[in-house]
């Protein structure tokens, strides 16, 4: 991470874990990358603050509000199966292993709660399936999240992935 940064930096010192940080909140290219770290030391700079981790989150926060990134049935389709691990084309395939079903069910879900997309739509494009298993998916998926310990911090997880 220094090796990259130190020529942009110019001698100014950025505590390790601010770089690191920013590094994995900021993760979708170079640009918005180095944006952030303008940000930050401008705030710094300005304010006559120290460039601290809670700055860095207070900077992270007002940036990540501004670029709301648009989250559609195939990104989450994909950050599912990157979680659990599957291929995406896996989605599709008929068959009853719990974790293909599973996984085809909390996008679904995520896929309903997200985008606005309509209920044909979704199982179309994730599994070719009908807006009738899209709907029990999500039923499952909702009673799961109120009953399973396990399965509820499955779901906070991968939402943070794709919010995020």
Avoid: W
């Amino acid at each position: 991470m220094k090796n990259i940064l130190s020529g942009f930096l110019n001698g100014i010192e950025i505590p390790e874990e601010v770089l690191e940080y920013i590094a994995s909140h900021i993760n979708s290219n170079v640009r918005e990358l180095e944006g952030g770290l303008i940000s930050l030391l401008a705030q710094a700079t300005l304010n006559k603050k120290e460039i601290n981790v809670e700055l860095a989150i207070k900077m992270i926060n007002k940036l990540v509000k501004c670029s709301v990134k648009e989250i559609t049935i195939d990104y989450i389709a994909k950050t599912v199966c990157d979680y659990f691990n599957l291929p995406v084309d896996s989605l599709g395939i008929k068959t009853r292993k719990r974790e293909t079903v599973q996984a085809r069910q909390i996008a679904m879900y995520f896929s309903k709660s997200m985008t606005k997309s309509s209920l044909a739509t979704i199982g179309s494009q994730i599994g070719g399936k009908d807006h009738a298993t899209v709907l029990h998916a999500c039923r499952t998926v909702a009673n799961l999240k109120d009953t399973d310990k396990n399965f509820k911090v499955f779901l906070d997880e991968i939402e943070n992935r794709l919010k995020y």
